[in-house]
């Protein structure tokens, strides 16, 4: 017996999520170990971790394999200044109203599994994808 196809994802890519809720962006350990495999430097750059025994920041970039087991938290940070950052900086603008990922194929857990199309779940109410579905 073979599985239904999954619907068409309805994302119009305006990148309003992105944009919104881009800079809590937190990865799992499995999310930062594969970027240390794969030597994402440019993605790792841009999270600290919280571990159990400190409170202060480690660069993602300092960390090895066997630190991630001792990370309370990640959270994304400016590498260049060490604050927040206000808007993701993996998002990239390719058209007027159009964004996508660039880091699509690797991006953190949360971004891949975030349809608010499915929960019908916002904290905004310009989302296309929500109206578009609202009208059907």
């Known amino acids: 017996m073979s599985e239904p196809l999954p619907e068409e994802e309805p994302c119009e890519q305006c990148g309003l999520c992105c944009r919104i809720f881009g800079p809590g962006i937190a990865p799992t350990p499995a999310n930062v170990y594969t970027w240390m495999e794969q030597e994402r430097t440019d993605i790792l750059r841009w999270f600290v971790a919280f571990m159990e025994n400190g409170s202060t920041p480690v660069p ?15 959270e994304m940070r400016d590498p260049d200044t060490a604050g927040y950052v206000t808007v993701c900086p993996f998002l990239r603008r390719v058209a007027k109203e ?26 905004f109410n310009k989302c296309k994808s929500l109206k578009k579905i609202a009208r059907r």
């Open 98 to 123: 159009r964004y996508l990922c660039g880091i699509h194929t690797v991006k953190p857990e949360m971004c891949c599994t975030y349809q608010p199309w499915v929960w019908g779940e916002t904290y």
């Open 60 to 74: 993602c970039t300092s960390l090895s394999a066997s630190d991630l087991g001792n990370v309370v938290v990640f």
